[in-house]
């Protein structure tokens, strides 16, 4: 009797824990594997809405001669770009030729959005270097994959300083609060797993073996 009672005591726990997997599964999944959600809420507020978002910049340029970092931000409001600015140092593998890149003045056609939840930009922006003037009206194209990542690719002779290539960065964790289509969905970090656990622990019960 003694012992059924003892293994009957060590599978309430197990039970309870597969009680709660099937309910709260799904959401627990959710806050661990965000990108399905994140790409839906960005989708939204490409699409119809209003968003800002900004990041690092860590790439490299002619074939991985050059290296190229720094800093970029974007803002859109009702689908279209009201501030942008890129601000970038690039140096020769080697140690020299250091020197600064400015990004600004984008102007742009309304954002669209592909299939794949990656924002495109096409327009003009104007290219300085070392705080100077550098070329004007140069042809851009930004993309922003979900708004996670952001590829930058230029024209003309502002093009061929970067060896024709694109320069690629990444960008900080999205705000949950920059538009409601963001309202009710579990981003990393969101608490949801702490609070479940705060929620429903199962009680400590007596070791039977002691």
Sequence with gaps: ????????????????????????????????????????????????????????????????????????????????????????????????????????NLTASKVTVETNGTAVINGTLDVGMNDTSGWTGVDATILLPKLRAVSITLGGEAGDHFGNQPIYGIANPPDETITSAANNILTEGSGMIGNLTEKFRLPELPNPFR
């Design 1 to 104: 009797m003694k012992g059924m009672l003892s293994a009957v005591l060590l599978l309430v726990p197990v039970v309870g824990a597969l009680v709660l997997g099937s309910l709260y599964g799904p959401a627990v999944q959710a806050s661990l594997n965000p990108g399905n959600e994140i790409m839906t809420a960005s989708n939204n507020v490409l699409q119809s809405d209003t968003f800002s978002a900004a990041g690092s910049i860590g790439s490299t340029a002619s074939n991985g001669t050059e290296i190229v970092t720094g800093n970029w931000s974007i803002d859109v409001k009702d689908g279209n770009v009201t501030a942008f600015s890129a601000n970038l140092a690039m140096i020769s593998v080697n140690g020299t030729g250091y020197h600064t890149i400015q990004l600004a």
